[in-house]
């Protein structure tokens, strides 16, 4: 069993809609997570980045982290063609700062 | 967000020469940088951990004596694929943690697209 578990998609929504993205995972000792949006042939840009549990909002993206469930979920609102992209999660523990463990990432298509 | 700048973005060589890509933290010091080798419509392979100052952590699998990481100073790391062959037409990305506060994000560069021919 992977310790990141995402599905690859791909999603397609209509222009406007709500997108909701999840990861789940195995290790309940990972405290940091982040979500990168990857465009074809460039590196992941970090959109989000939260540490232990709860909510977290920038603009229209809101990243959640439930660890009683050991799940993490990235909305966006009001998608944009733009956000056309591979969504990855990403995650580490407190306690091996530079291991990370990444999803597979979720390929997004917004229509317009 | 902190800046990892990566060049050359895209290369081309011929089969058995060398090629260099240079990692940079632009406006932060990473003591410690990532590098990760990435195919089509998979997700990322971390290949090594490069440490300022010492020798690179090589993940299973990896050759070091093929791909030649080198971290001289806090801001900058290479890769260079020694002896390139066709088979190591990649995406290469590096990545570096931000170290100036507790949060401790990771930050990719925009990724070298290296074809051997």
């Known amino acids: 069993q992977k310790e990141v578990e995402q599905d690859p998609g791909p999603l397609s929504v209509p222009e406007g809609a709500i997108v909701s993205l999840n990861c789940t995972y195995s290790?309940?000792?990972?405290?940091?997570f982040m979500w990168y949006r990857q465009y074809s042939r460039k590196g992941p840009e970090l959109l989000m980045y939260t540490y232990s549990s709860g909510n977290k909002e920038d603009g229209r993206f809101t990243a959640q982290v439930d660890k009683s469930s050991k799940y993490i979920s990235l909305f966006i609102r009001d998608s944009q063609p733009s956000d056309s992209a591979t969504y990855l999660c990403a995650m580490s523990r407190l306690t091996n700062f530079n291991k990370f463990y990444f999803g597979s990432g979720t390929k997004l298509n917004v229509k317009p | 967000g902190a800046v990892v700048s990566q060049h050359p973005s895209r290369v081309i060589c011929k089969s058995g020469t060398s090629v260099k890509i240079e990692c940079r933290s632009l406006?932060?010091?990473?003591?410690?940088m990532f590098w990760y080798r990435q195919f089509p419509k998979q997700s990322l392979m971390l290949m090594a951990t490069s440490n300022e100052g010492s020798k690179a952590t090589y993940e299973q699998g990896v050759e070091k004596d093929k791909f030649l990481i080198n971290h001289a100073s806090l801001t900058l790391s290479t890769l260079t694929v020694t002896s390139a062959h066709p088979e190591d037409s990649s995406f290469y990305i590096c990545?570096?943690?931000?170290?100036?506060?507790?949060?401790?994000?990771?930050?990719f560069g925009e990724g070298s697209r290296l074809t051997v021919l």
């Open positions: 406006d932060f010091q990473a003591t410690t």
């Open positions: 990545s570096a943690r931000y170290t100036g506060g507790m949060t401790g994000e990771l930050f």
């Open positions: 290790n309940s000792a990972f405290q940091y």
